[in-house]
């Protein structure tokens, strides 16, 4: 409509031309100015007019018409046409849109804790109307934003600090469904798994708290293994005890057997040094071994 009021000024002009065209006489034309200057605001003003009754739709958008403010139905992408001063087109993206946001919150504990989310949504591109109507262009700070806050202090406070660590997949699916139905009332249409908790944020002292508990499981899980060591050396203690006492026993039913003195002749050359004489015998018995005819028979 800018063009409109310029070609009213300029048509405006054209007749002050012409009156100082009567006040000058023949000296200075003016007519032939105030004619071009009159056409030309003609020119103006209609095409101002014209230009001032299509409407252009971009894509991702709808166009909610109003007459004189009252809503009167929708617009599709693309050209459309409306009356000068009598309609009116308001544009609503029904495009994917992220909404970035953070809350605060008390757990199942009274752990205090910030979680920090991004939502993907759209608007019922059908139902533009209803929601321009119902809250206006301002939508996401209006019901958005509040929806989010109440749907994650609700479901927070269902679950301790440590649960909404380990069970976060439950928290995020119960936290898109609440919202989901809280936005759905405002014709507001969440993607599907259109939520992403980015962040829990807790307080300083709960995590010193995590982190000494963390701590102490290690140093648990330490003496675990300290004492499974322990433990497995003493069982291979006991087992080589066993062995060498089922040794002895069988090196003594050997001794008690036919041939014992070859028995004891075999472990004393296990062990000989190449140094020892050839006869060894004990106090009062004479001779026990004779290693020469031992090797002789061998």
């Known amino acids: 409509m800018g063009f409109v009021w310029l070609g ?24 032939p100015w105030a004619w071009a200057t009159r056409i ?9 007019l014209l230009s001032a009754t299509i409407v252009i739709v971009p894509a991702g958008y709808r166009g909610v018409k109003m007459r004189f403010g009252a809503v009167r139905g929708t617009m599709n992408e693309g050209i459309g046409f409306i009356t000068p001063y009598v309609n009116s087109v308001e544009l609503m993206e029904v495009r994917t849109q992220k909404e970035s946001s953070e809350a605060t919150a008390a757990s199942k504990d009274l752990q205090i804790v910030t979680t920090s989310l991004a939502l993907n ?3 019922d591109p059908a139902r533009v109307g209803n929601l321009y109507k119902s809250v ?5 700070s209006r019901i ?3 929806a989010v806050q109440e749907s994650i202090k609700m479901i927070t406070a269902q679950y301790t600090a440590e649960e909404l660590i380990k069970h976060r997949a439950a928290v995020k699916a119960g936290v898109e469904e609440d919202i989901t139905k809280r936005l759905r009332v405002y014709d507001v249409i969440v993607e599907p798994s259109g939520l992403s908790i980015t962040n ?11 982190e000494a508990k963390q701590v102490a499981q290690q140093e648990a899980e330490k003496q675990k293994y300290i004492l499974q060591k322990a433990e497995l050396e003493r069982q291979t203690e006991v087992t080589k ?18 041939g014992g003195s070859k028995v004891l002749a075999r472990e004393w050359i296990e062990k000989w040094d190449g140094h020892v ?8 018995n004479g001779v026990i071994i004779d290693i020469n005819s031992l090797l002789g028979n061998r």
């Open 8 to 31: 009213l000024i300029t048509f405006m002009v054209s007749f002050m031309l012409k009156r100082f065209h009567k006040e000058t006489g023949d000296n200075i034309n003016l007519r």
């Open 200 to 210: 829990f944020n807790f307080s300083s002292e709960f995590n010193a708290a995590i």
């Open 40 to 48: 030309l605001a003609i020119i103006m003003i209609v095409g101002g």
């Open 136 to 140: 206006g262009t301002d939508y996401k």
């Open 277 to 284: 004489p050839t006869v060894s015998g004990g106090a009062g």
């Open 121 to 123: 949504f759209h608007i």
């Open 241 to 258: 005890a066993k062995g060498a006492a089922e040794a002895a026993k069988l090196n003594a039913m050997a001794l008690q057997a036919q």
């Open 144 to 146: 958005i934003d509040p």
